[in-house]
Nanobody
Framework: QVQLVESGGGLVQPGGSLRLSCAAS????????MGWYRQAPGKQRELVAR???????NYADSVKGRFTISRDNAKNTVYLQMNSLKPEDTAIYYC?????????WGQGTQVTVSS
């Protein structure tokens, strides 16, 4: 069984930075694609960034050049460095671990960008 625990969310002013972390339990982390998703009020959950087991990354157009996803397989942790934050980045951010038969989700962490 996989458990994902996100941390690092909070309130930040526009232009500020935050780093989200997601710690995974179990033995599947290093061989799994990991992703960060977000859901704003009244909107569908959307992909923010994804990193394969080999380290290949892809990003939503809205965050390219501002956000960076990375992983530390020794710590079973995936990170999302968020810079130049905008009010429209406000959402609950979820970590996902992808396997062939199912995806696993964390409980989410709130990010609020406001002055």
């Amino acid at each position: 069984q996989v458990q994902l625990v996100e941390s690092g969310g909070g309130l930040v002013q526009p232009g500020g930075s935050l780093r989200l972390s997601c710690a995974a339990s179990g033995s599947m982390f290093s061989t799994s694609t990991m992703g960060w998703y977000r859901q704003a009020p009244g909107k569908q959950r959307e992909l923010v960034a994804r990193i394969s087991s080999g380290g290949s990354t892809n990003y939503a157009d809205s965050v390219k050049g501002r956000f960076t996803i990375s992983r530390d397989n020794a710590k079973n942790t995936v990170y999302l460095q968020m810079n130049s934050l905008k009010p429209e980045d406000t959402a609950i951010y979820y970590c996902m671990l992808s396997r062939p038969l199912r995806n696993y989700w964390g409980q989410g962490t709130q990010v609020t960008v406001s002055s």
